[in-house]
């Protein structure tokens, strides 16, 4: 086959293919680094909960955090299952959880520099204000779960791509 046999990709194109063929929309390359630096921050909140956590309180609520991230992450997993709206509006719910989550986290900061511990609340069976202080530690994990879970679920043809 000679070069001037094959058609030059133009701008309707995708890997050589009219775009009419490709399944799914593609991610720009700002959303890559977007998702990478909100996966970034979910491991930074984490590591920061662990050591605010195991000084504040005793070290063995360190540990919670770990089962608060996967919890958050599952959450919104199936939050997105339960709600399939929210995925044919992902471009829209991508950046609002992302929002939600920075505030969040925040949010979760300011309140465990403000919240006192008390000893007494741990040697209880359930305490409220450790009850408190976990959903609002949860918070920062379920929405940024929310984007990545959208984000992975919205553009299949890259999440090989996006999930590295």
Same mark, same amino acid.
């Given at each position: 086959?000679?070069?001037?046999?094959?058609?030059?990709?133009d701008?309707?194109s995708?890997?050589?293919?009219? #775009?009419?063929?490709?399944?799914g929309?593609?991610?720009?390359?700002?959303?890559?680094?977007?998702?990478?630096?909100?996966?970034?921050?979910?491991?930074?909140?984490?590591?920061? =909960?662990?050591?605010?956590? @195991?000084?504040?309180?005793?070290?063995?609520?360190?540990?919670?955090?770990?089962? /608060?991230?996967?919890?958050?992450?599952?959450?919104?997993?199936?939050?997105?299952? =339960?709600?399939?709206g929210?995925?044919?509006?992902?471009e829209? !719910?991508i950046?609002? %959880?992302?929002?939600l989550?920075?505030? %969040?986290?925040?949010? *979760?900061?300011?309140? /465990?520099?403000r919240?006192p511990? #008390?000893?007494?609340?741990?040697?209880? &069976?359930?305490?409220?204000?450790i009850? &408190?202080?976990?959903l609002?530690?949860?918070?920062p994990? !379920?929405?940024?779960g929310?984007a990545? %879970?959208?984000?992975? @679920?919205?553009? *299949? #043809?890259?999440v090989?791509t996006?999930? /590295?």
């Amino acid at each position: 086959m000679d070069r001037r046999d094959v058609a030059a990709p133009d701008e309707s194109s995708v890997d050589g293919l009219p #775009k009419s063929a490709v399944p799914g929309p593609w991610l720009p390359g700002r959303g890559m680094a977007g998702m990478f630096v909100l996966s970034l921050a979910i491991l930074a909140m984490q590591v920061t =909960l662990t050591r605010i956590l @195991s000084v504040v309180m005793w070290y063995h609520f360190a540990f919670v955090v770990i089962s /608060l991230t996967m919890l958050g992450l599952a959450v919104s997993g199936v939050v997105l299952y =339960l709600v399939p709206g929210l995925l044919r509006r992902a471009e829209s !719910v991508i950046p609002w %959880s992302c929002a939600l989550a920075a505030v %969040s986290t925040v949010g *979760t900061l300011v309140h /465990l520099a403000r919240t006192p511990f #008390k000893a007494s609340d741990a040697a209880s &069976i359930f305490s409220p204000d450790i009850a &408190i202080t976990c959903l609002i530690m949860l918070a920062p994990f !379920v929405f940024s779960g929310l984007a990545i %879970s959208a984000t992975l @679920s919205r553009y *299949t #043809k890259q999440v090989s791509t996006v999930y /590295l």
